[in-house]
Structure formats: C-alpha cells, structure tokens
C-alpha cells in the first residue's frame, strides 16, 4: 500500500510505502493508467521540501497538515 507524500507538480506526486516507509515512488497519471519510479530517498525529501515552502508561502491553511505528514516521514 502507498501513501501520498507530496505533490510534485505537473500531474505527478511523490508516494511512500505504507510498511517499508523507505521506499519512495514518482507517480505519473496518465490516460491510460498510471507510470511508477522508484526515486531515492533525497529526492522525494526535496519534492516534500518544495511542497511545504510553497504552501507556507501562500499561507496555505492546509501546511500544518503537510507539515505533520513531512516530520513523520522524513524526521
């Protein structure tokens, strides 16, 4: 099972795995089901990073959410 780590812009979002939280993936929608990469840990931290600076910036009333799920994954 994966979660939802961050949004990574341009139709894609950055997944962990549910149990070995580790395991980072980029996933792409597109029309005709979804694309899956493995990516390494820094840079699903970066995507994360990026995410919250963004929402901070925009005083997004969802950061504290994001924020949480960033401190339990990364931290």
Do not use: C
């Given at each position: 099972?994966l979660y939802r780590v961050a949004p990574?812009?341009?139709?894609?979002?950055?997944?962990?795995?549910?149990?070995?939280?580790?395991?980072?993936?980029?996933?792409?929608?597109?029309?005709?089901?979804?694309?899956?990469?493995?990516?390494?840990?820094?840079?699903?931290?970066?995507?994360?990073?990026?995410?919250?600076?963004?929402?901070?910036?925009?005083?997004?009333?969802?950061?504290?959410?994001?924020?949480?799920?960033?401190?339990?994954?990364?931290?």
């Amino acid at each position: 099972m994966l979660y939802r780590v961050a949004p990574a812009g341009e139709g894609r979002d950055v997944y962990a795995t549910l149990y070995a939280q580790r395991m980072f993936f980029l996933v792409t929608l597109q029309p005709r089901g979804a694309q899956f990469e493995v990516i390494p840990y820094l840079d699903a931290r970066h995507h994360a990073e990026l995410n919250l600076a963004r929402r901070r910036r925009d005083a997004s009333e969802d950061y504290g959410s994001w924020k949480q799920l960033f401190d339990q994954t990364f931290i």
